[in-house]
Every structure is written in C-alpha cells, then in structure tokens.
T-cell receptor, first 110, second 112 residues
C-alpha cells in the first residue's frame, strides 16, 4: 500500500536554528515527490518537485532532497515567516492520485 | 497572477441540505482535483478530472457526493444530503498535466 509519513508532527525552532523535516514514503512506482507549504486558513502552496533519488532543489532558505525511501526538507537559518505547516506528497506512477502526509507544523520563534 | 478561485469561502448549513461548491481552475490547466482536509485525516483526494473527463472519484462517498466539470472554467462539488461528518475544508487544485498542483483558498463547510 502506498503510504507517506512525516516527522516530526510539530517543530519549534529559534530564529537562525537550522533543522530538517522528514518525509518517509512507500510507493510502487514514483512519478514524483512534492513539497508544499500551508499557512493557516489558506490552501497549500507548491514548493518543490523531486523525481529521482539523488535530486536536490533549493529555494531561498529551503532545500529538498530525495532518496529511494525518504525526502528531507532542510531549513537553513529559518525566520519567523517560515512558520507554517509543510506537507509532503507522493505521486504514484500511472496515476495522479497523490498521497499527502499529515504535515509538520513548524514554528520559528524570534 | 493566475490563481485558482473557490466559492463560497465559508458555508454553514443544516444537516440534510444540499451544498454546492464551485471552483475556477487556472486558465489553460487541464487537470482539476477536489480534496477534503480535516484535522484527523489530513488532505484526502476525493476526485479528479483530466480535460473535463472524470478519471477517478474513488475517494468520494458515491451516495451523497457528486463532482462535475460543466466547462473548462468551472468545476463543482455537490453534497446531497449533507451530514455533520462532512464538515471540513474542501480544496480545489488545478495543474497543467498534473504534476505541480496549484490550490485554491478552500471552502470551509460546517454542517450543523
């Protein structure tokens, strides 16, 4: 069964304290792995797509990496405005039925 | 700035009433998705369309939910009759080909 698990559920960081969020997945075949950011009361906002193991993508203070079993979202020197819920999703091959994890709620304190 | 729009943003209704939610996908996107988000279950896919044709609606309770795309600029999700367990935030998303999905702001549904 295709599955996505994110950890930790919640994370509190001091401003400037770098950390990583984890997304573990099992899928029969991977079309892509996606990271989204969701602010309270809003829809998820697309961040990255990763297609194959070893691939990395960067955007400002965020860097996403992918292995055959998991993906990491590294946050370098976070700021309070990075506070949000970060969602990971996998797209199995042959379908657009993406499976979302339950997210990591990140709080960055000034 | 192209974006997905959804109406209404908030809906409060009583059990048994019909609810219709509407979505305008980004112009030119050929794939439209309906999701439901709750604290307990997270984000669940209800149905999706490609070029207005329904490709999968296995995530929807068939007896009360229906989804349609009358034209390329409008997708609808109907619940009839609504039940308190349907209370959730419903998101529409669109994509050009399906990989990078762009979400709307959601419709927060409360069924009393």
């Amino acid at each position: 069964e295709d599955q996505v698990t994110q950890s930790p559920e919640a994370l509190r960081l001091q401003e400037g304290e770098s950390s990583s969020l984890n997304c573990s997945y099992t899928v029969s075949g991977l079309r892509g792995l996606f990271w989204y950011r969701q602010d309270p009361g809003k829809g998820p906002e697309f961040l990255f797509t990763l297609y194959s193991a070893g691939e990395e993508k960067e955007k400002e203070r965020l860097k996403a990496t992918l292995t055959k079993k998991e993906s990491f979202l590294h946050i370098t020197a976070p700021k309070p405005e990075d506070s949000a819920t970060y969602l990971c999703a996998v797209g199995p091959s042959g379908t657009y039925k993406y499976i979302f994890g339950t997210g990591t709620r990140l709080k960055v304190l000034a | 700035d192209a974006r997905v729009t959804q109406t209404p943003r908030d809906k409060v209704t009583e059990m048994g009433q019909e609810v219709t939610m509407r979505c305008q996908p980004i112009l030119g996107h050929n794939t439209v998705f309906w999701y439901r988000q709750t604290m307990m279950q997270g984000l669940e896919l209800l149905a999706y369309f490609r070029n207005r044709a329904p490709l999968d609606d296995s995530g929807m309770p068939k007896d009360r939910f229906s989804a349609e795309m009358p034209d390329a600029t409008l997708a609808t999700l109907k619940i009839q009759p609504s039940e308190p367990r349907d209370s959730a935030v419903y998101f529409c998303a669109s994509a050009d080909g399906g990989n990078e999905q762009f979400f709307g702001p959601g419709t927060r549904l409360t069924v009393l």
